[in-house]
């Protein structure tokens, strides 16, 4: 008789979650690929810029100098009010960089910005090796943290009495799981909130409070505060957190008004059944939790107004004279500036406008593909009363007991003892070494028998599923839709998709679990975002970044002009430059100060926008390069061509059409020479038509 993988062998399950432990480690420091810009631009520029005085370009969200279109209501244009607050990127971005620059500081007695920022610089390391670093270490700072993230989620799968280790592997192996939790987006650090939250809550609702002795007002005090703080702060990473945390809060109220009624808590009563007592826990809790949320967001709006007014007022210079919310003229309250961006569609737009659906018919397939599927099915075939039980026609959990094989029973391999395939997990499917056969060599197995489900674990996986659909429906509401702003719906889908792996009550070990067929889907869908994402979408943006390093030791006297079109925003930050010595730019070029400039094009989409940009940067070029420049019938050696600043466009092979080698020459570039390409590069504005059009490659331009 074949037992369902994590009845017979938990030990094997370990195994099988630290090899995707060690697999998330080795994406997070091989895999160049690039998600989105808010990756580097809402997180480690600014560290990069505040800790290692690098020159950055500062985003309209932290009140950046560059003003992009985007103006908030009741504002005047070139007004970048700050809409994401410090906090974000401090947690982030800070910790790894002020580790690079201690430890600069103790093997070469100069901390690494000071380094940076010395003329010349001081040498310690070469520059590609500072550069990877300084790439490396935030996600790597990222993954640490999702370590304590899969411990929560083990406790919350304890508290909700869900299969403990299955259901880590299966959230370990998610795409979502293995990628963003190794890149400094703010929804990874919204979904780390989260199961925080969650555990939190678990944790002070555990049976040791249950006792009349610790079932205090005091214990629903402190229950309310820590989570109305932890919530506040979270709120200003993302604010959309708020949905996604508001069910998870009410079971904590729920949980914390029955702490001490019973000692099983085997039940909970409605909220009209409660009691005197019970409310008055309710409302302490309550208002505790609400104390907690004021105090947490009035600590981040201090933190936010000494940062972009007092202490780093050169981060947004138009913050110093602007007004947060009328009447409040010295407050920066980041939350509430998002909001009020975000409310108006003329400042969407510029972004995307979405339908309202996007979200629960792409992105969330996009996001879970098989797993979203299973919990629908679930919720459409159970109407729900699956989350109440483990097995089927009873309120019960799955229990391992001793069982000793009968002439009745027997053994058949892969089969229960009524001919029935026994149960599977997709997850075991990445392992070989968990298998699928009998265990024929043991004498004593286990089968599972069935015990009744506490309230408190039903309680909790109602909220995890009103998580996913109080969350799901806030952000459909928005007119601009990314898959990655449900990332924190992976908790709740997760968990409860894992329901699906529960043996059943009609017979010893009779569940079908998923069929092999959807786990291996499941795989395979995993793995193929994994790659996409992870090495293929936008993956020679990084890398042209840190080559350049070794170009530059060609040319060390000249200024170096880098074009960037048909891809994402480069991080200047991996340049290295000192922010003292840029200045800012006039007419497409850079006044002074600096070796690398980069001229980012990425929001040019067509050839016709490409020409409209390259034409005002020729112009300014000639303005300010004209000596070093030559007519075309003069002879090279009449020209200072040693002088004259280096032009490399960077773009991808397949965006190098004919036309646009047209629109160079008749903006007098002589010669385009092709000096290096990255290898896998996937641009959605101008899909390859071949393998070798994915490409990210060098075009240096030679100038008239």
């Known amino acids: 008789?074949?037992?369902?993988?994590?009845?017979?062998?938990?030990?094997?399950?370990?195994?099988?979650?630290?090899?995707?432990?060690?697999?998330?480690?080795?994406?997070?420091?091989?895999?160049?690929?690039?998600?989105?810009?808010?990756?580097?631009?809402?997180?480690?520029?600014?560290?990069?810029?505040?800790?290692?005085?690098?020159?950055?370009?500062?985003?309209?969200?932290?009140?950046?100098?560059?003003?992009?279109?985007?103006?908030?209501?009741?504002?005047?244009?070139?007004?970048?009010?700050?809409?994401?607050?410090?906090?974000?990127?401090?947690?982030?971005?800070?910790?790894?960089?002020?580790?690079?620059?201690?430890?600069?500081?103790?093997?070469?007695?100069?901390?690494?910005?000071?380094?940076?920022?010395?003329?010349?610089?001081?040498?310690?390391?070469?520059?590609h090796t500072f550069a990877t670093l300084l790439l490396l270490l935030?996600?790597?700072?990222?993954?640490m943290l999702s370590i304590a993230s899969d411990t929560a989620v083990r406790n919350i799968c304890a508290a909700a009495e869900l299969p403990e280790m299955p259901t880590l592997v299966l959230w370990s192996m998610q795409w979502t799981v293995l990628l963003f939790h190794t890149r400094t987006f703010s929804n990874t650090f919204e979904l780390f909130w989260l199961t925080g939250l969650t555990y939190f809550a678990c944790k002070m609702t555990s049976p040791s409070l249950y006792t009349p002795a610790r079932a205090t007002h005091g214990t629903s005090f402190v229950s309310g505060l820590g989570f109305g703080l932890a919530a506040a702060i979270a709120s200003f990473t993302r604010p959309t957190i708020l949905a996604f945390a508001f069910p998870v809060g009410l079971f904590l109220l729920h949980a914390v008004a029955m702490q001490g009624e019973k000692a099983k808590q085997d039940e909970f009563p409605p909220w009209y059944q409660m009691g005197r007592r019970q409310y008055t826990r309710v409302l302490v809790c309550g208002l505790a939790t609400v104390l907690g949320l004021l105090v947490g967001a009035a600590s981040c709006v201090t933190i936010d107004t000494l940062y972009f007014k007092h202490l780093f007022p050169a981060a947004a210079p138009n913050s110093a004279t602007s007004t947060s919310v009328v009447g409040w003229p010295q407050m920066i309250i980041a939350p509430l500036n998002w909001l009020r961006f975000n409310w108006e569609t003329e400042n969407v737009r510029q972004f995307g406008i979405h339908p309202h659906w996007l979200h629960l018919l792409v992105n969330m397939q996009i996001l879970f593909g098989p797993l979203f599927v299973v919990l629908v099915i679930n919720l459409c075939r159970h109407r729900g009363a699956f989350l109440f039980r483990n097995a089927v026609g009873s309120h019960a959990r799955v229990r391992p007991q001793p069982f000793r094989p009968t002439p009745d029973t027997g053994h058949q391999t892969g089969r229960d003892a009524r001919g029935k395939r026994g149960a599977s997990f997709p997850g075991l499917v990445l392992a070989s070494a968990v298998g699928g056969g009998a265990l024929a060599e043991e004498n004593v197995s286990t089968v599972p028998t069935v015990t009744p489900i506490s309230a408190r674990a039903a309680s909790l996986r109602v909220a995890l599923l009103g998580s996913v659909g109080v969350g799901l429906a806030v952000l459909s509401v928005s007119n601009h839709q990314e898959a990655r702003f449900l990332l924190p719906a992976t908790l709740g889908v997760v968990l409860l998709s894992g329901l699906a792996f529960t043996p059943r009550e009609d017979g010893p070990v009779s569940n079908h679990g998923l069929p092999r067929a959807l786990g291996a889907t499941l795989v395979v869908f995993n793995v193929a975002l994994l790659l996409f994402y992870g090495t293929v979408h936008q993956a020679g943006v990084v890398p042209s970044l840190l080559a350049h390093h070794q170009d530059?030791?060609?040319?060390?006297?000249?200024?170096?002009?880098?074009i960037y079109f048909a891809g994402y925003m480069p991080p200047q930050s991996l340049l290295l430059q000192p922010r003292a010595s840029i200045q800012q730019p006039t007419d497409n070029l850079t006044t002074s100060g600096g070796s690398v400039h980069i001229h980012d094009f990425s929001s040019a989409e067509s050839v016709d926008a490409f020409r409209t940009r390259f034409s005002a940067f020729k112009r300014a070029y000639d303005a300010k390069y004209s000596q070093w420049s030559r007519h075309p019938n003069a002879p090279a050696e009449q020209t200072e061509l040693s002088k004259r600043p280096l032009v490399t466009l960077v773009a991808s092979r397949s965006a190098m059409t004919t036309e646009l080698r047209s629109v160079l020459r008749m903006h007098g570039v002589e010669r385009i020479q092709d000096s290096r390409c990255h290898w896998p590069h996937f641009s959605g504005e101008f899909p390859p038509r071949s393998m070798e059009d994915m490409s990210l490659c060098h075009y240096r331009l030679v100038l008239l």
């Open 1 to 127: 008789m074949t037992l369902p993988p994590w009845h017979r062998a938990p030990g094997q399950l370990n195994w099988v979650y630290r090899f995707l432990l060690l697999t998330r480690l080795l994406v997070a420091v091989f895999f160049s690929g690039y998600v989105h810009p808010d990756e580097f631009f809402q997180s480690s520029e600014i560290g990069a810029r505040d800790v290692l005085k690098l020159h950055v370009f500062t985003p309209w969200e932290f009140g950046g100098n560059t003003h992009s279109g985007i103006v908030l209501p009741g504002e005047q244009l070139g007004e970048n009010i700050p809409c994401r607050s410090i906090t974000f990127p401090v947690v982030s971005s800070y910790v790894p960089y002020l580790w690079i620059d201690m430890l600069h500081k103790f093997w070469f007695g100069i901390s690494a910005g000071d380094a940076l920022q010395s003329t010349p610089p001081v040498e310690s390391v070469s520059k």
């Open 138 to 143: 935030p996600r790597i700072w990222t993954w």
């Open 552 to 562: 530059a030791d060609s040319f060390p006297s000249q200024q170096h002009h880098l």
